[in-house]
T-cell receptor, first 113, second 119 residues
Framework: QKEVEQDPGPLSVPEGAIVSLNCTYS??????FMWYRQYSRKGPELLMY????GNKEDGRFTAQVDKSSKYISLFIRDSQPSDSATYLC?????????????FGTGTKLQVIP | GAGVSQSPSNKVTEKGKDVELRCDPI?????LYWYRQSLGQGLEFLIY????????KSGLPSDRFSAERTGGSVSTLTIQRTQQEDSAVYLC?????????????????FGDGTRLSIL
């Protein structure tokens, strides 16, 4: 079993829809949770960074963490064609004085105009 | 800009050849990470540098893979006697380290990767 599970998609939605992206994890020692966006032929770009359970909002993006269920989500409101990308969840374990990051496999999102 | 720079952006080589991939991290970032990204596999951790030292090499898949970092800056990832299964995108990331700021200010910043194809 992978430490982080993420549905690869692809997920196709119409412009303006609310998108929900999710990851589950098995290691309760993960302390920090991130979402990255990766456009084709580009490196991952950090979108959201959270620590505690609960919600964090940034513009059209909301990150949600439920540590008790080992489940994280990213919601995108009013989705735009420019949101079409692969979204990677990532989880940090602090070990030996540095951050060890485990990534999900990514969900490919397509927003149809 | 002053982001993470990787070169070459693309590399095609024959099986059995050696390749060297380069990463220029963000200035002042003491932590540097190499990852490999294969289709459908997500990002696979290879090695972590703190300064010029590599306290975690646990992700290097075989002894054909090695990496070094000099001057606390540029890093090179070398793959010897390349095999077809080495074909992937190799990504480099850098970040501040504990002590340089709160953990919440230490996201990893990625380069755009080197696309390696082994024929």
């Amino acid at each position: 079993q992978k430490e982080v599970e993420q549905d690869p998609g692809p997920l196709s939605v119409p412009e303006g829809a609310i998108v929900s992206l999710n990851c589950t994890y098995s290691n309760s020692a993960f302390q920090y949770f991130m979402w990255y966006r990766q456009y084709s032929r580009k490196g991952p770009e950090l979108l959201m960074y959270t620590y505690s359970s609960g919600n964090k909002e940034d513009g059209r993006f909301t990150a949600q963490v439920d540590k008790s269920s080992k489940y994280i989500s990213l919601f995108i409101r009013d989705s735009q064609p420019s949101d079409s990308a692969t979204y990677l969840c990532a989880m940090i374990l602090l070990s030996g004085g540095y951050q060890k990051v485990t990534f999900g496999t990514g969900t490919k999102l397509q927003v149809i105009p | 800009g002053a982001g993470v720079s990787q070169s070459p952006s693309n590399k095609v080589t024959e099986k059995g050849k050696d390749v060297e991939l380069r990463c220029d991290p963000i200035s002042g970032h003491t932590a540097l990470y190499w990852y490999r990204q294969s289709l459908g596999q997500g990002l696979e951790f290879l090695i972590y540098f703190q300064g010029n030292s590599a306290p975690d090499k646990s992700g290097l898949p075989s002894d054909r893979f090695s990496a070094e970092r000099t001057g606390g800056s540029v890093s090179t990832l070398t793959i010897q006697r390349t095999q077809q299964e080495d074909s992937a995108v190799y990504l480099c990331a850098s970040s501040l380290s504990p002590g340089q700021g709160a953990v919440g200010n230490q996201p990893q910043h990625f380069g755009d990767g080197t696309r390696l194809s082994i024929l």
